[in-house]
């Protein structure tokens, strides 16, 4: 929960790069964290990865339905 938490900082700071590789890093240490598919999913947006973040959003989504 931590490093999802870092990453989505880093993100609104304008460090895209670096929240994408510790999104990536959090989903495979636990790809069963929505709040990590989230993360993952900001992370790509700010990096121009438009369909990598829908993708991402879509597994959130999927893992915890209510939350979103």
Known sequence: R???IRDRVRARQGEH???RAEA?????LDPRS???WLALGEARGG???PAG???ALDSAV???PRAY
């Open 2 to 4: 931590q490093m999802c």
């Open 17 to 19: 790069a670096l929240a």
């Open 24 to 28: 990536e890093r959090a989903v495979a």
């Open 34 to 36: 929505s709040d990590a």
């Open 47 to 49: 990096c121009g990865d």
């Open 53 to 55: 973040a829908l993708a």
């Open 62 to 64: 999927a893992l915890a």
